[in-house]
């Protein structure tokens, strides 16, 4: 119910934001030379001829999986348009003409391409997932290591080299380093080596036909998007793991001759984890949102990469349905953050 209410939230600040912005979508849509009759059409079209609550109430119907439609009236601003919601299910009739319709979600189209934005998202959200996944990936499993060897080395060397490396890595802004690391990488070992590290989802085959993915050019945009969450977990492991060794339990499992892996692998680390999940849900759903600067950098044909050219063209529906789509992912990964705290630690699921 709180996420309901917080994708509510999101929906109708987006509507009212993006409503209040400069442009005119007729025109981005058919040109400057258009006529008056063809603008007048497209506004009827996209509702815009309307008051702006009866453009919300449109716009929420249109999101809704279950929405209520005029059946036969063409002239109705909810009409059941095939064009626009299909594939769809008729439920059952609302009395007169309504019915009740079950269906994907109606992002609208986009203005410049006239492409529904819900197709654009699918093709291009595949792209991101796929960053985030591996850049997250690399920030837990390379941070938890590293934190647990600064943790036991508490004071040394080592621990001293980390903290001020996770230092850096937190400050560095995303943009500058993906601007440093394909320069380095992509430019100058480039020619040093021969080997191609641009980080590029796509590449050309060996005919110069097509396209296909190539994985070899992942490593470049994933190392530069995980370089922040990265230094995040080898604090929060480091810390957390500190606070544990001097719980009780933790003397006791020393007393009792456990060997060091199983104390700090069976018993410390399962209890310090629980903080460092809970930062890394929400950089999982940021670095979902956030890959812009990443994308743009090293032409990776993700979500991000769109929101920025759509940005520049003023293609609203494209920015509203990734703003959209990004706060719902939120959403989902923050609920399933608190299923997985059931299983790390029992008394959660007693509260």
């Not at 934001?17 to 258009?34: C, E, I, K, T, Y």
């Not at 920030?139 to 647990?148: D, E, K, S």
């Not at 993915?213 to 977990?233: E, F, H, Y």
Request: hydrophobic content about 50%; proline content about 4%.
């Amino acid at each position: 119910m709180y996420g309901f209410l917080v994708l509510l939230g999101v929906v109708t600040v987006v509507f009212f934001l993006f409503n209040v912005l400069p442009g005119d979508p007729a025109r981005m849509m058919v040109g400057q030379r258009a006529d008056e009759e063809s603008l007048r059409a497209i506004n009827r079209d996209l509702g815009l001829d309307k008051p702006l609550t009866t453009q919300f109430v449109m716009y929420i119907n249109d999101l809704s999986p279950l929405s209520s439609h005029e059946k036969f009236d063409t002239e109705h601003y909810l009409y059941l348009d095939d064009e626009k919601y299909a594939p769809y299910t008729e439920l059952f009739a609302l009395g007169g003409d309504k019915v009740l319709v079950l269906k994907y979600p109606y992002l609208r189209r986009s203005y410049q391409t006239k492409r529904k934005v819900s197709e654009l998202l699918i093709d291009r959200f595949p792209a991101t997932a796929i960053l985030a996944i591996t850049s997250i990936f690399i920030a837990c499993v390379l941070g938890i290591f590293l934190g647990i060897v600064a943790a036991v080395n508490k004071g040394g060397k080592f621990d001293n080299f980390v903290l001020v490396i996770s230092v850096f890595g937190i400050s560095v802004p995303s943009f500058f380093a993906a601007i440093i690391i394909a320069w380095v990488f992509g430019f100058l070992l480039s020619d040093i080596t021969g080997l191609d590290m641009w980080g590029s989802l796509y590449t050309l085959d060996d005919y110069g036909n097509g396209e296909y993915l190539s994985l070899k050019n992942l490593i470049l945009p994933a190392v530069t998007l995980g370089i922040r969450p990265l230094a995040i977990v080898v604090q929060l492991t480091r810390s957390s793991l500190l606070d544990v060794f001097g719980q009780d339990y933790i003397r006791t499992a020393k007393a009792k001759g456990l060997s060091f892996y199983k104390i700090v692998v069976k018993h410390a680390l399962k209890n310090a984890l629980t903080p460092v999940i809970t930062a890394m849900s929400g950089w999982f759903a940021a670095l979902m949102a956030g890959s812009v600067y990443i994308e743009r950098v090293f032409d990776w044909k993700g979500l991000g990469n769109e929101l920025y050219v759509a940005t520049i063209k003023y293609d609203f529906p494209i920015m509203m349905g990734i703003v959209l789509m990004m706060a719902s992912l939120f959403v989902v990964i923050n609920i399933l953050v608190d299923i997985v705290y059931g299983f790390l630690d029992p008394r959660v699921r007693v509260q």
